[in-house]
């Protein structure tokens, strides 16, 4: 069974950056059928999708168009994770976070969630 | 504004059969997959149905979901009060090249 745990700072300065990081476990970041995500959901914006990375031989990214510029999904198969940055941010940016895992061509499984707050 | 169109809210009293709807385009219901997703409060969103109509194991045969051109529904038998949650729809929308979601649907069980 595929588990997704989440972790990283709850509040985050504007115009600084957040990172947050996601610890797979029961697949591996480096399945040639998964693709991770990173999604976001606030009141304002519902459910919104930001990005992933997923590996078909080699590396590959895709990101939002409402986050190309300040977004990065780095996989790290040493420790079996991947991560997300997201520069710049203002407090538009509070939302809650989730890591989550695509498979078959869907979402199949989501972390918990981590509360993020964008204020000084 | 999301890119998937939902109702706000749906309603219905224990034993009852409610649907509700998810509409889309050709970029994304139209050319590719529905899923649905039940959020309970405080916690993520969990899958529901794959795939226009499976249902992943665990998940009860009162949930069924179609799809039909650009829009789908999905559909609860027997309501349940443990069934009051919010409902998203999903699907991968090829002009945009991500995932799309609706806006939720709001189930209160009377």
């Known amino acids: 069974q595929v588990q997704l745990q989440q972790s990283g700072p709850g509040l985050v300065k504007p115009s600084q950056t957040l990172s947050l990081t996601c610890v797979i476990s029961?697949?591996?970041?480096?399945?040639?059928?998964?693709?991770w995500n990173w999604i976001r959901q606030s009141p304002s914006r519902g459910l919104e999708w930001l990005g992933r990375?997923?590996?078909?031989?080699?590396?590959?990214?895709g990101y939002a168009v409402s986050v190309k510029s300040r977004i990065t999904i780095n996989p790290d198969t040493s420790k079996n994770q991947f991560s997300l940055q997201l520069n710049s941010v203002t407090p538009e940016d509070t939302a809650v976070y989730y890591c989550?895992?695509?498979?078959?061509?869907?979402?199949?499984?989501w972390g918990q969630g981590t509360l993020v707050t964008v204020s000084s | 504004q999301s890119v998937l169109t939902q109702p706000p809210s749906a309603s219905g009293t224990p034993g009852q059969r409610v649907t509700m709807s998810c509409s889309g385009s050709s970029s994304n219901i139209g050319g590719d997959y529905v899923h649905w997703y039940q959020q309970l409060p405080g916690t993520a969103p969990k899958l529901l149905i794959y795939?226009?109509?499976q249902r992943p194991s665990g998940v009860p045969d009162r949930f069924s979901g179609s799809k039909s051109g650009t829009s789908a529904s999905l559909a609860i038998s027997g309501l349940r009060s443990e069934d009051e949650a919010d409902y998203y729809c999903?699907?991968?929308?090829?002009?945009?090249?991500?995932?799309?979601f609706g806006g939720g649907t709001k189930l209160t069980v009377l």
């Open positions: 999903a699907s991968w929308d090829g002009s945009l090249s991500g995932w799309v």
């Open positions: 795939k226009n109509n």
């Open positions: 989550a895992r695509g498979w078959d061509g869907y979402i199949a499984n």
């Open positions: 990375t997923y590996y078909r031989s080699k590396w590959y990214n």
């Open positions: 029961g697949d591996s970041v480096s399945s040639n059928s998964a693709a």
